[in-house]
């Protein structure tokens, strides 16, 4: 399980792992935000309606879910977790620290890995030089941070992302049985 503050580049380490490593079986979140240009639903998240999202809630169908960024809910179904565990398949889940910390009490023998920016510096860049946000949103994406920076100390294993292929690498190893 990969979790990590936002911008860290969780997305661009499992897009990496996605395309180098078929063979990691990957959760595809359940969103209620508005795909970004070049998200395919299904692939990169299912993008659902609130109505949608409080029916999946409501028949327990999320393994964790939680409202990121005050601004959408998130939520790993539980379905294809179950069975890619029953069929003995290591699963990457890429989600944030609330939903980390649910999947703690849930599935406590899964590995928790925390991705590291290599310096606050440097997220911040990323953060602003994404440009797909609004100031507001980019604020609340800064708050959010920087809670989860110092989350680090409850991980399993801290991978710090100073290089994406380098990442990717070093969490599918950790993956391998
Ligand atoms: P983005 O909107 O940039 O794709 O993702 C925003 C944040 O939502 C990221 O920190 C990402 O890890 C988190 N996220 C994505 N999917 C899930 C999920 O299924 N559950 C939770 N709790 N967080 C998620």
């Given at each position: 399980m990969l979790a990590g503050p936002t911008a860290v580049g969780k997305g661009t380490v499992s897009a990496w792992v996605r395309e180098h490593h078929p063979e990691v079986w990957m959760s595809v979140s359940a969103t209620t935000r508005t795909a970004r240009p070049g998200e395919v639903d299904g692939r990169?998240?299912?993008?659902?309606?609130d109505e949608k999202f409080d029916e999946m809630v409501m028949r327990g169908e999320l393994l964790e879910w939680a409202v990121v960024h005050n601004l959408a809910r998130y939520g790993t179904p539980r379905g294809p977790v179950v069975a890619a565990l029953d069929a003995g398949h290591p699963m990457l889940l890429e989600i944030d620290l609330q939903g980390a910390r649910q999947v703690r009490e849930t599935m406590p023998d899964a590995l928790f890995v925390f991705l590291a920016p290599p310096s606050w510096e440097e997220l911040v860049t990323r953060l602003v030089g994404?440009?797909?946000?609004?100031d507001a949103e980019r604020r609340a994406r800064l708050a959010t941070a920087k809670v989860e920076l110092e989350a680090a100390a409850e991980f399993d294993v801290v991978i710090v992302n100073d290089d994406v292929r380098r990442a990717a690498e070093e969490l599918v190893h950790l993956m391998k049985p």
């Open positions: 990169h998240y299912y993008f659902v309606s994404r440009g797909t946000e609004t």
